[in-house]
T-cell receptor, first 114, second 111 residues
Framework: DAGVTQSPTHLIKTRGQQVTLRCSPKSGHDTVSWYQQALGQGPQFIFQYYEEEERQRGNFPDRFSGHQFPNYSSELNVNALLLGDSALYLC?????????????FGEGSRLTVL | AQSVTQPDIHITVSEGASLELRCNYSYGATPYLFWYVQSPGQGLQLLLKYFSGDTLVQGIKGFEAEFKRSQSSFNLRKPSVHWSDAAEYFCAAYSDNDMRFGAGTRLTVKP
């Protein structure tokens, strides 16, 4: 049973560039949430996708956008990168929208912005 | 505003000693409550969860947590810590399709 997979695991970008991170949810899951975890902090909710639509959004600017595909996989895009965007980006999958909230996490994509 | 607080940033315990990690939440109604563990360079793994019912919840790896409504707390405990328990621990609360995490407690285990 494949868990949540994320790619790439590490990447380095420079300020102003754009980045795309990818996530495949756990088998059987249909909901994908994205979190940003800065060094030494807890994960901060970015947004959640269900049925290919953004359902919930945290306090993040429009530079952060996403997409969910028919196979439930998802992408997170960040435009005009800032130094402060350096973080571990975690994808979490779950079954259904607004149910128990139990999340299964991938190992994350570590983004460094220089 | 809804929030989750973990008062201890860093805790050090000796191997074999007992452990308690604190978590407090501030919500209008009791949320669903979770504890996750994160090893270095890894994603988060669910240790246990509380939805309702018995206030003492058993999880994986010998962990348990006790929900106390009067104190708005959900503290994590383990009777005897192993060196492999060294990690970052996050308390989280879920309500109205919103999951919030505490800032985490880093656990160091001394030999």
């Amino acid at each position: 049973d494949a868990g949540v997979t994320q790619s790439p695991t590490h990447l380095i970008k420079t300020r102003g560039q754009q980045v795309t991170l990818r996530c495949s949810p756990k088998s059987g899951h249909d909901t994908v949430s994205w979190y940003q975890q800065a060094l030494g902090q807890g994960p901060q909710f970015i947004f959640q996708y269900y049925e290919e639509e953004e359902r919930q959004r945290g306090n993040f600017p429009d530079r952060f956008s996403g997409h969910q595909f028919p196979n439930y996989s998802s992408e997170l895009n960040v435009n005009a990168l800032l130094l402060g965007d350096s973080a571990l980006y975690l994808c979490a999958s779950s079954l259904g929208l607004g149910l128990t909230g139990e999340l299964f996490f991938g190992e994350g994509s570590r983004l460094t912005v220089l | 505003a809804q929030s989750v607080t973990q008062p201890d940033i860093h805790i050090t315990v000796s191997e074999g000693a007992s452990l308690e990690l604190r978590c407090n939440y501030s919500y209008g109604a009791t949320p669903y409550l979770f504890w996750y563990v994160q090893s270095p360079g890894q994603g988060l793994q669910l240790l246990l969860k509380y939805f309702s019912g018995d206030t003492l919840v058993q999880g994986i790896k010998g962990f348990e947590a006790e929900f106390k409504r009067s104190q708005s707390s959900f503290n994590l405990r383990k009777p005897s810590v192993h060196w492999s328990d060294a990690a970052e621990y996050f308390c989280a609360a879920y309500s109205d399709n919103d999951m919030r995490f505490g800032a985490g407690t880093r656990l160091t285990v001394k030999p």
